[in-house]
């Protein structure tokens, strides 16, 4: 499979060997509008917080300039990661469902580009922060740039160390 993003905001999954289109999400101002007044709580974002991410997207679309949003899968195909108005979704394609959304709680950042890395470490076991051994495991983190920004950001399932720990 594929996928193409475009600029009316439509995320479409292809069948690689068929090209049959399998599915379309629409992740344009308006559907955010609609899910900001639906009734799904865990969407929703306080009105001051959607207001700054509107007017963000407003200048997004309006720089001709700016780069495009991207898609990416997961290793296994199932999940499909891409960039929106409200953070970065990842959806479940096997189950039609919205998995996760990544990124809320950065309300001034227009995330457009992503990255997944999904390897792990080359060794077995690692220390910790207070010397002891522990195993490594495997933590997906994407990688993302955001609009006018000149960092790139960083998620995962991990915590970070302490700050005192690090600079010791």
């Not at 999400?25 to 207001?51: C, I, W």
């Not at 992503?114 to 495991?137: H, I």
């Amino acid at each position: 499979q594929f996928v193409t993003t475009s600029p009316d905001c439509l995320i479409r999954v292809f069948r690689f060997r068929t090209g049959k289109l399998r599915r379309v999400y629409d992740e344009g101002v308006e559907e955010a509008k609609k899910v900001q007044a639906g009734s799904n709580e865990d969407l929703k974002l306080e009105s001051m917080d959607f207001g700054r991410r509107m007017a963000v997207e407003r200048e997004y679309t309006s720089d001709l300039e700016a780069p495009g949003v991207n898609a990416v899968f997961d290793e296994s195909g199932n999940f499909l990661i891409y960039p929106t108005l409200l953070g970065i979704k990842i959806v479940n394609l096997q189950s039609n469902s919205l998995a996760r959304v990544v990124g809320r709680v950065e309300n001034t950042e227009r995330f457009i580009k992503v990255a997944l890395y999904q390897g792990m470490a080359k060794g077995k076991r690692t220390r910790n922060a207070e010397g002891e051994m522990k195993d490594v495991v495997k933590d997906p983190t994407i990688i993302t740039c955001a609009f006018k920004k000149h960092r790139f950001y960083l998620f995962t399932k991990r915590e970070p160390e302490d700050v005192e720990d690090a600079s010791a």
